[in-house]
């Protein structure tokens, strides 16, 4: 029977063929939040944002860097790698990097640590803290490094794992597996939750069940919002064009041969930086009047979340903005800080009337955020 | 200045006490294109209609080149030279071009060749390029208009009054049927054209009137108006009534769950990609003009009508992906939808209130041979009519007996005995005395204070406004534009309705 449907759908473009997209309302309602943001940093890829005491820190490719007095500071020397993941713990930090390697200590006095080998490091999207002291990795996928996701993607891979990594002797034990890129942790009310990105959902680890679906976007990075909720950073936009590719095999392997990775047809960080890009010429007829479309390839995205990891308000870069790929995010005062890897920026939005009125819940679920 | 054609001196029409047209002046001048706008429900149909024939005036004079007349029917309106061209045409789809235009007018021997010819001839004069051996189901809009329109010039109409004639038509059918109606202005034909098409009516129209609330509001040259003004004149009612006065003091509710997502949803010309959610303990108000697919997008959701066979889009209830053939699994996923033609599809008109409202329960049941007894039904007629204060002598009195507001709450009543977790309302309050307004509006307040969620699709602005806790507009069958109920007005909306 499931065959018959299979075949059915695929032949109607229903069920899992069809190339539909959730749209971006109620609290995803669009707005240019992210675009009137205020820049505090402009770098190349700055990522993986955390507080770290009282202020915060984020990675920029190998560096570490805070804000001082409206600056950028560089913290620590220059690191083996990029920073692919980074969490806090009290008075330091956990590193991962794009050889594989985990580091740990005061952002200054970092210091390898070996791990069990069967955690492939090197392919990590996120990490956190764990309450007993233990850090949990997300690995993307088995078979593609992080910053190759769109690889990952385009081969609809489900290859992704997370693994709780013991910072005494480097043991390591897999929690999860099957996860379809699985790019964000957040711990709320003594739950791990997951963002599981080509599923475009949030599941709860302990029963895999599904908290929140049909985003409009991959979702990314989570972190604590502050109050009682989380704050979700969405790195790409799902568009039907790309629902149409992913559900044809043949064109996405000769893309995927023929094609460089910055111009297939495939979310992306940013997208209008070149003329070789695909979509330039799109457009439709109404009316007798051409009017010049294109979908855009990337978007900016940074939802807030209530304390059950409902979405209350939003930020959005849209087509016509540049702060796209927001890559994570914290709370920080009264303002929402976010890196943007599509811009290469650090901004900072005021959280002040973001939030819905009524939305803010009373819930009393503690946040604690990797 | 042309002479006078038609006028109209202080029309009015009641339909069972509720006034549809009050006190209206209309005059129409020859070989003009006179356009009428307003909202849904401004009395632009009616107003048309008098004139026409099909209704007759409550009150008012009607004069045709001076002479006051009285039509008791269309035929004798055709005779005095008025035609009316409806939306959805009046042609007989089984016979062929050549035999719809000389229908009513056979002789007692007729041959076809002749007929057909002469058709041919007729058709050529005006320019209109419709094979009249053709069937007419075989016809697309714009055709079928040209029919119609031939029928009327046929029988010598001087007027010919459109009712929303472009709303079916593709942008090529548009411009062909714009050049007619140059044409027909041309020959010296009077044209009144109703739409909801702003631009539409500014490029073609050589005067607009604006009508509101069954009341006539402004009659003046096309120059003189811009879409900004037209707006403020259709929608520039004051928000006096007690019953829609509460849109700035109410509290916005918070979403809850997702319930319904509809995802790119398409069905013919009707529905065209549309997407939108609906969230638990809201209201989510949807408002949109003629034409702009709210109904057809509700019936899809429901099970009622069936989405386009190819990518016809998804419907995802409760994060799963659902598609009802027919309405009774919806029901029994706890989605309901009541509609907003009661008469024809809300209710059993004979059987009693009771026997209404337990049928609602039966479409909850999967299976068909339940038992049915008489006191199950007493029972939850008598809790649902208590709940929902239907007033009637007894819950055996028939539904036909009942007014229009009692009515309409044995249509909900019958639905929210399903126990439903989503709940559609199309045009709950059409046909529906003040107090009854009000007492549906309670009702709908309750569902979503209970943590439903509840779809209301209206065509009067100050009730979406009232009742919406988001307010999502439909046009061309889509949704184009979402709302904050604090940030929403209606100016902004039907500024969205009609762009």
Redesign the interface.
């Known amino acids: 029977m499931n065959i018959l449907r299979d075949l059915s759908d695929r032949f ?4 899992a063929y ?6 971006m ?3 995803l ?1 669009p707005n240019h939040r992210l675009d009137a943001a205020r820049r505090l940093y402009q770098g190349e890829s700055p990522d993986n944002l955390c507080t770290l005491g009282g202020g915060f820190i984020f990675s920029d490719g190998a560096q570490l860097f805070t804000i001082l007095d409206n600056e950028a500071a560089r913290i620590g020397g220059h690191l083996p790698a990029d920073v692919l993941a980074m969490c806090s713990f009290e008075g330091g930090v956990v590193l991962i990097l794009a050889d594989g390697t985990l580091w740990t200590g005061a952002p200054a006095t970092l210091r390898p640590l070996d791990v069990d080998a069967k955690v492939q490091l090197a392919h990590a999207t996120a990490a956190m803290m764990d309450a007993d002291g233990s850090l949990i990795v997300a690995i993307g996928s088995s078979h593609n490094p992080a910053e190759d996701w769109s690889r990952d993607l385009m081969q609809r891979r489900s290859a992704g794992s997370v693994w709780r990594v013991s910072l005494v002797d480097g043991a390591a034990s897999e929690l999860a597996s099957g996860l379809a890129w699985p790019a964000g942790l957040i711990t709320l009310a003594g739950k791990i939750y997951v963002s599981e990105a080509w599923r475009h959902r949030i599941i709860s680890l302990q029963d895999q069940s ?1 908290v929140l ?2 985003l409009p976007g991959y979702p990314g990075k989570l972190s604590a919002d502050g109050q009682s909720g989380a704050l979700l950073a969405v790195f790409a936009p799902r568009s ?1 064009l790309i629902e149409l590719v992913l559900r044809e095999p043949v064109y996405r392997r000769r893309m995927m041969e023929e094609v460089p990775q910055h111009l297939w047809v495939a979310p992306s960080y940013a997208s209008g930086k070149s003329f070789l890009e695909p979509l330039q010429g799109g457009g439709v007829r ?3 009047i051409l009017k010049p479309w294109a979908p855009s390839r990337s978007y900016g995205l940074l939802v807030q979340l209530d304390s059950t990891l ?1 979405p ?1 308000a939003s930020l959005h870069s849209r087509a016509d903005g540049k702060r796209h790929g927001i890559s994570s995010a914290i709370r920080q005062g009264g303002e929402w800080l976010a890196t943007s890897r599509g811009s290469g920026e650090l901004i900072a939005a005021a959280v002040a009337g973001t939030v ?4 803010d819940p009373a819930a009393a679920a503690t946040a604690e955020a990797g | 200045m042309s002479k006078l054609i038609v006028e109209m001196r202080g029309v009015s029409k009641e339909y069972r006490g509720v006034p549809a047209v009050k006190n209206v002046s209309f005059d129409l001048r020859e070989g003009e294109i006179h356009a009428l706008l307003g909202e849904n429900g401004a009395g632009k149909s009616t107003l048309t209609k008098m004139m026409a024939g099909v209704v007759t005036p409550s009150s008012g004079e009607l004069l045709i080149d001076g002479q006051a007349v009285q039509f008791a029917s269309p035929i004798e309106a055709l005779d005095a030279g008025i035609a009316m061209v409806f939306q959805e045409t009046s042609l007989v789809p089984a016979l062929t071009v050549a035999q719809n235009l000389f229908l009513g007018s056979e002789q007692f021997f007729n041959r076809l060749r002749g007929i057909n010819i002469a058709a041919q001839q007729f058709l050529q004069s005006l320019s209109f390029g419709v094979e009249p051996t053709v069937y007419v189901s075989q016809l697309g809009a714009a055709q079928k208009q040209m029919v119609e329109i031939a029928r009327a010039v046929m029988r010598k109409a001087r007027v010919i009054v459109f009712d929303e004639p472009t709303a079916t038509l593709t942008p090529e059918e548009k411009r062909h049927f714009f050049e007619l109606i140059k044409r027909l202005r041309a020959q010296g034909v009077s044209v009144v054209f109703i739409s909801h098409a702003l631009e539409e009516a500014l490029s073609i129209s050589d005067r607009i009137t604006i009508m509101r609330d069954g009341e006539h509001v402004i009659t003046d040259e096309t120059a003189a108006f811009d879409r900004d003004r037209i707006i403020r004149e259709m929608v520039g009612r004051s928000l006096s009534d007690k019953i829609y006065s509460s849109h700035d003091q109410k509290p916005v509710r918070k979403p809850g769950r997702r319930m319904l997502s509809v995802q790119n949803l398409s069905m013919g010309q009707a529905v065209r990609n549309t997407s939108f959610s609906v969230f638990a303990g809201q209201v989510t108000g949807v408002f949109g003009l003629v034409g702009s697919g709210r109904t057809e997008t509700a019936k899809i959701i429901a099970g009622v009508l069936k989405r386009n066979t190819f990518h016809g889009g998804e419907v995802y209830f409760k994060d799963e992906q659902v598609r009802f053939r027919v309405p009774a699994p919806a029901v029994q996923k706890g989605i309901v939808y009541v509609t907003e033609d009661r008469k024809m599809e809300g209710f059993f008109s004979e059987k009693s209130i009771a026997e209404n409202i337990y049928s609602g329960t039966l479409g909850r049941h999967s299976q068909s041979s339940r038992v049915v007894r008489s006191s199950d039904i007493a029972k939850v007629a008598k809790q649902w009519s208590a709940a929902l204060n239907v007033r009637a002598i007894d819950a055996g009195s028939r539904v036909v007996e009942l007014s229009g507001g009692n009515q309409q709450k044995v249509v909900v009543a019958k639905s929210l005995v399903q126990l439903p977790e989503l709940v559609i309302f199309d045009e709950p309050t059409r046909g529906v005395d003040v107090g009854a307004i009000e007492e549906i509006h309670d009702i709908i307040d309750k569902l979503a204070d209970d943590g439903l969620a509840v779809l209301v699709i209206s065509s009067y602005l100050p009730e979406i406004l009232n009742l919406s806790d988001r307010i999502l507009v439909a046009r061309q069958g889509r949704i184009v534009e979402e709302f904050d109920a604090r940030a929403a007005t209606e100016e902004k909306i039907m500024y969205a309705a009609v762009h």
């Open positions: 109607y473009g229903r069920g069809s190339v539909s997209v959730p749209p309302d109620g609290a309602q599904v679906a049909q039907q109404q009316m007798g409902q209350i819905l009125a009524g939305a």
